[in-house]
């Protein structure tokens, strides 16, 4: 495992490598809107090699015979979509509209492939997640496609959430003996580890809505999965995805409260607004980190053992996000200002 894991963290680092160059070459650069310092443009576009990277994991794990076939698309396909989407738009700008149509297919992709049933246990009672519910569940992945991308505009931090998450669950896995997804997940880990190697605060190069998309819909659907394959219940997974739901969604609700233009993109969200107030990025993605390991983790084993405690675990996990927020005022801006730069 260790000779796959240290190719594949590798692959991931070249490849990201290369993608650095070529934007370099096109001059595909951003501005990092990092208000001390110089302020030296930055290559995007790093998330394709993490989708490619990410990709190649997925297609070795099923000729080893380690995810079914039903696994393999839906986790391929969600992705390919997204990201030749997000190409595209590169390319020529798209719509709004278009852009949530993506998402949509990038959504039932997932659904096409996921040949499972969903079972919740929601206090003493279980829910089934069919039929009337599809919708539920493709607005739950869109959901995760736009928190993923409201949540990368600090170095290093979405990548971050995702490697955190997935890491977890196998250390979580490891607590029941279920060896099934251990191995998948710890190999899912180095491509993030080859891309963080270049994303990691100060940033040599970013994602981009490729790859925060491509992020998205991967944690959305490998939580589905695990779901229904293993012990780490939904439950574990929207809490260690608490600080992204909680910030997001606070910061959403208060600026549709506040008539500002809510679909429009700011920096007024809880992290951003502490990476201005520590003038660092590095501190706010090691927040993050020990927020997750700290607090979060530890409540998401306590509901992989007691799943009818969901619905309160998540109460107390997601109260001190709550209040961070408040008193951040995460989302409030005068005149629809977005903000100062991050």
């Known amino acids: 495992m260790m000779t796959h894991f240290l190719s594949i963290f590798v692959g991931s680092f070249l490849l990201t490598a290369i993608v650095r160059r070529i934007a370099l070459w096109r001059h595909a650069l951003a501005m990092p809107h990092f208000k001390h310092g110089p302020l030296l443009p930055v290559p995007r576009g790093g998330g394709y090699a993490l989708f490619f990277a990410m990709l190649a994991v997925f297609l070795m794990l099923y000729q080893y015979r380690l995810i079914d076939l039903g696994a393999t698309r839906a986790l391929c396909f969600s992705g390919l979509v997204l990201v030749i989407g997000n190409l595209v738009h590169d390319l020529f700008p798209l719509s709004v509209k278009v852009r949530l149509g993506v998402q949509v297919l990038s959504a039932i992709a997932v659904l096409t492939w996921y040949h499972r049933d969903l079972v ?22 869109m959901a995760f496609i736009n928190i993923f991308n409201f949540m990368d505009g600090v170095d290093g931090f979405a990548g971050s959430q995702a490697f955190i998450m997935i890491f977890a669950s196998s250390v979580l896995l490891a ?39 491509f992020l998205g819909v991967f944690i959305a659907t490998l939580g589905l999965l695990l779901a229904t394959d293993t012990s780490v219940n939904l439950w574990c997974w929207l809490i260690m995805m608490g600080w992204f739901i909680v910030d997001s969604g606070w910061s959403l609700v208060v600026r549709i409260m506040h008539g500002n233009d809510w679909h429009r993109s700011h920096r007024m969200h809880a992290y951003q607004i502490l990476a201005r107030r520590w003038e660092n990025h590095f501190y706010v993605t090691l927040t993050l980190w020990l927020v997750n390991w700290l607090w979060l983790f530890p409540l998401a084993w306590l509901a992989m053992n007691n799943e009818s405690w969901g619905v309160p675990l998540i109460l107390l996990a997601y109260t001190p996000l709550c209040i961070m927020c408040w008193k951040l005022k995460a989302g409030e801006s005068v005149n629809n200002d977005p903000g100062e730069p991050v």
């Open 175 to 213: 607590f029941t003996d279920e060896s099934q997804w251990s191995l998948p997940l710890i190999l899912m880990c180095a491509p993030l580890l080859g891309f963080l190697a270049w994303n990691w605060p100060p940033a040599k190069i970013f994602m981009g809505d490729a790859g925060s998309s």
């Open 120 to 141: 919740v246990l929601f206090w003493e009672s279980y829910l089934y997640f069919s039929g009337f519910w599809l919708p539920v569940i493709v607005f739950g992945i």
